[in-house]
DNA sequence: CTATCATTGTGAATGATTTCACAAGGTGTC
DNA sequence: GACACCTTGTGAAATCATTCACAATGATAG
């Protein structure tokens, strides 16, 4: 059942068929999950409304943008008064798909998996780790929080079998682009990558990449530049 | 000593001024870092000329865009050739500000941050973590690879005293403004932030945020938006 | 030495994103 | 109920980023 068949499900007004097939910025999504932040914030300290100008300056962004943003997807303010803040933050978490929780696998059990699977922040936004993978025998059969690690050759397997959405790759490098092939066979078709390797991945396969040294070196470079 | 007062230091005929005032985009400064690591492996695979295009292709962007980046800071190629691999490389290293190494800070020895201390990328390229801190005085005097961890009321004295350029902020976000203000009151110019909050620092003062919930929470938009 | 070929470097065109600016609509006051 | 005041929602304008398209240039073969 696509999202076009059910005109208002997340919007007031808007032609919700357009708003959905308009395609939404990368950009624009990282700071709706911001904005989702800040007004959860805000409703935990009991805030009741909240204007655009002020989220932006959470935000660290402009009032202008903020209602741009807001206004892909429907009218969720009142002029002269803001934003209903517990509304506004139910929005959101319609748009981003957020009121149900995403079944997740976790490939590669070492350094940086041990910090995932215990992130609290992924299991409170509603992204459950429901298998965890690894090749080295002496990992496999460990108990890892609530998860067993498995054998990588059971992995096709089990991500069928308990329809895990998105996978979390954390293997080395010459690794990864194996793993993605196998992890999308599998019907998973989105994937955060923490590998430092360009993947490939098909159309309709959605992949975001964490590469801490792009991010090192983007700063190496202002610091050059700068050259203070 | 500023980079405008080295014309042709960086480049090779541009009006070197210019270059270097035009801001460069983040965006194009990422691309720049994944050609660098493209560039690296052709390079150890003994590949001696690469064309803007063979360096598109692997890096997921067009010919143009890659000639378009380049010609942010001069000329490399050769025409009908294509740019030779380990001249480029070079050249990239020196745009990024990696011909040297840089000193960096680890602020918060948890989980993430005991997985950034063994990360080995970060030292092949130059990053070297020269001190470590934490508030928690069961970890405090402990042994961390080559560091021991320091008590974060050192911390002032020891940014100044070794001159440390880069802090890496991975302490609880309601800790990580406080640390900030207080890194970059110690001459710090540069954070990578793992913390979940928008922190303000002040202008001159490079940060860049990696967010995993961000990203999670885009992978579900894009699931939810397609419907599959 | 000339012709052919490949590929760069870059203005100009296009496309995307952000900012501006203001009419429309809502609240609160007297 | 009229007036003053806020703040939204949104076209239009401005800015920023990417792509196009091709003249310029060097390599190579004959
Ligand atoms: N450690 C960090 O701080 C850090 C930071 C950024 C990125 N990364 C990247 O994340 C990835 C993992 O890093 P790490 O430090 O956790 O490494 P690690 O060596 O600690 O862990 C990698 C794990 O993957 C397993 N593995 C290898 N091949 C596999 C396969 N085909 N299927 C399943 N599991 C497999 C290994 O047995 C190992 O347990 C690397 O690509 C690394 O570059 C690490
Ligand atoms: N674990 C993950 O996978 C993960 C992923 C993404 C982001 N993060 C974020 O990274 C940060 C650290 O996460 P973690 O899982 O490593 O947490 P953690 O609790 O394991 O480690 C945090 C460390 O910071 C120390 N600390 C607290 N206040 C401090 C201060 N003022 N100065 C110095 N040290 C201080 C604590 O003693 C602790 O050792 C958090 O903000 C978390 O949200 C974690």
């Given at each position: 059942m696509s999202l076009q068949s059910l005109p208002g499900a997340v919007a007031k007004k808007e032609p919700v068929a357009e708003m959905r097939s308009a395609k939404i910025s990368e950009s624009a999504v990282r700071r709706l999950s911001l904005y989702l932040r800040l007004l959860q914030e805000a409703d935990s300290l009991g805030q009741e409304t909240i204007s655009s100008e002020e989220l932006a300056d959470r935000a660290g962004t402009t009032a202008a943008q903020v209602r741009k943003d807001l206004s892909l997807f429907g009218s969720f303010g009142k002029r002269g008064l803001g934003y209903a803040v517990s509304e506004l933050l139910q929005e959101i978490r319609e748009i981003l798909g957020l009121n149900r929780s995403w079944r997740v696998a976790l490939v590669g059990a070492g350094k940086i998996g041990s910090a995932l699977i215990t992130y609290r922040n992924f299991r409170t936004r509603?992204?459950?780790?429901?298998a965890v993978f690894d090749t080295d025998p002496d990992k496999v059969g460990k108990r890892w929080g609530t998860q067993t690690i498995l054998d990588d050759t059971e992995m096709g397997s089990v991500l069928a079998g308990k329809r895990i959405e998105i996978a979390v790759i954390a293997v080395p490098a010459d690794a990864a682009q194996g793993v993605v092939d196998r992890v999308v066979a599998s019907g998973v078709s989105a994937i955060l990558n923490f590998a430092p390797v360009r993947l490939r991945v098909p159309k309709g396969v959605s992949l975001r990449n964490v590469d801490m040294v792009v991010e090192m070196e983007g700063l190496a470079f202002a610091l050059t530049s700068t050259e203070r």
């Amino acid at each position: 059942m696509s999202l076009q068949s059910l005109p208002g499900a997340v919007a007031k007004k808007e032609p919700v068929a357009e708003m959905r097939s308009a395609k939404i910025s990368e950009s624009a999504v990282r700071r709706l999950s911001l904005y989702l932040r800040l007004l959860q914030e805000a409703d935990s300290l009991g805030q009741e409304t909240i204007s655009s100008e002020e989220l932006a300056d959470r935000a660290g962004t402009t009032a202008a943008q903020v209602r741009k943003d807001l206004s892909l997807f429907g009218s969720f303010g009142k002029r002269g008064l803001g934003y209903a803040v517990s509304e506004l933050l139910q929005e959101i978490r319609e748009i981003l798909g957020l009121n149900r929780s995403w079944r997740v696998a976790l490939v590669g059990a070492g350094k940086i998996g041990s910090a995932l699977i215990t992130y609290r922040n992924f299991r409170t936004r509603g992204f459950h780790i429901e298998a965890v993978f690894d090749t080295d025998p002496d990992k496999v059969g460990k108990r890892w929080g609530t998860q067993t690690i498995l054998d990588d050759t059971e992995m096709g397997s089990v991500l069928a079998g308990k329809r895990i959405e998105i996978a979390v790759i954390a293997v080395p490098a010459d690794a990864a682009q194996g793993v993605v092939d196998r992890v999308v066979a599998s019907g998973v078709s989105a994937i955060l990558n923490f590998a430092p390797v360009r993947l490939r991945v098909p159309k309709g396969v959605s992949l975001r990449n964490v590469d801490m040294v792009v991010e090192m070196e983007g700063l190496a470079f202002a610091l050059t530049s700068t050259e203070r």
